[in-house]
């Protein structure tokens, strides 16, 4: 399975994911992007809360589909 290139559809997503040393745009081992939507801190320590990012938040465009998220997320256990 090919890696995919996140932030090819527009500047502003490629912007997002590598300008701020700590961006909440991340990709995971398993080829799924995620945005960071939320923390909370546990007495454990920070806990993140993330989502798939199906469409940009810029331009739209469709970055990927529940079935290959679903697919990629149980390829990896």
């Known amino acids: 399975m090919s890696?995919?290139?996140f932030g090819s559809c527009c500047p502003d997503l490629f912007d997002a994911?590598?300008?701020p040393p700590n961006s909440f745009l991340r990709v995971e081992d398993s080829d799924v992007l995620f945005l960071t939507v939320g923390?909370?801190?546990t007495p454990q320590g920070m806990a993140w809360?993330?989502?798939a990012v199906i469409f940009c938040?810029?331009?739209g465009s469709?970055?990927?589909t529940k079935e290959e998220i679903q697919k990629k997320?149980?390829?990896?256990t």
């Open 17 to 19: 994911m590598h300008t």
């Open 49 to 51: 809360f993330d989502h």
């Open 57 to 59: 938040p810029f331009c």
């Open 62 to 64: 469709q970055l990927q």
């Open 73 to 76: 997320a149980t390829s990896q």
């Open 39 to 41: 923390y909370n801190q």
């Open 3 to 5: 890696k995919r290139y």
